[in-house]
């Protein structure tokens, strides 16, 4: 008997379960803000938070193990290692963004944020819409609208957030501490938008690259 073939790696499985994650991750972010009572108790939703951003490791891991040893790729490598690694930072910023609710032991959740988690929700769901036809692009029918969703997202977030952080440095003005506390918490989640973005424009440049 000849020797049995390893399965290929799909990439493209692969970029589904990292878009689930992000997901995932950002309705873990809207439960620890809507259920928040004191910056200790964030510690018992952190675990969670972890256990979700080391699957997304593992399956970054895999995909460039793939990448080193696959001949051929379905794309170009370049292109799956800055789809990966941006599909990868959306879920290590929402994390970020739990953990600084508890280092910098937060006293009260800001008005904005769950508006603000919300948004990101809504990008993540989009790209990971988006990822679900990203395999057959070129037959889908909601794979652009679901890229320009994401942007359309991401827009909203930056007018969203400098607002915020207008009225932070205005009716807050007073209080330095809380201004600085909340004005890096707030990036950060600005920061979860931008690698959505970041992503989608990696998805529209792999379309026009291969259509």
């Known amino acids: 008997m000849g020797k049995k073939k390893n399965k290929k790696f799909d990439y493209f499985e692969a970029f589904e379960r990292q878009t689930a994650l992000a997901v995932k991750e950002s309705e873990l972010l809207i439960e ?15 675990p969670r938070a972890q ?25 170009e490598r370049e292109d799956i290692i ?5 599909l990868d930072d959306i879920v290590d910023y929402i994390e970020d963004v ?17 508006e603000f988690a919300q948004l990101i929700n809504k ?3 989009a790209l990971d819409h988006a990822m679900e036809d990203f395999r057959d692009f070129k037959k889908s029918k909601t ?25 932070l440095h205005t ?29 989608a424009d990696t998805m529209r440049t792999i379309m026009l690259k291969n259509s």
């Open 98 to 114: 739990l953990q600084r609710f508890y280092m910098y032991d937060i006293h009260f959740m800001h008005d904005r944020a769950l």
């Open 143 to 167: 794979f652009k609208q679901s890229i320009i969703d994401v942007n359309s997202y991401e827009e909203e977030a930056d007018e969203f957030y400098m607002a915020t952080i207008r009225e």
């Open 51 to 75: 256990d979700i951003e080391h699957e997304g490791d593992e399956i970054s891991h895999d995909m460039y193990t793939a990448i080193a040893t696959d001949f051929i790729t379905p794309i």
């Open 171 to 199: 009716k807050d003005r007073d209080n330095a501490l809380r201004v600085l506390i909340w004005s890096q918490v707030f990036a950060r989640m600005e920061k979860v938008t931008d690698a959505c973005e970041h992503a």
């Open 32 to 46: 620890a803000i809507e259920n928040f009572t004191t910056a200790e108790a964030i510690k018992d939703i952190m």
């Open 123 to 125: 990008s993540c769901k």
């Open 82 to 86: 800055s789809l990966t690694q941006y």
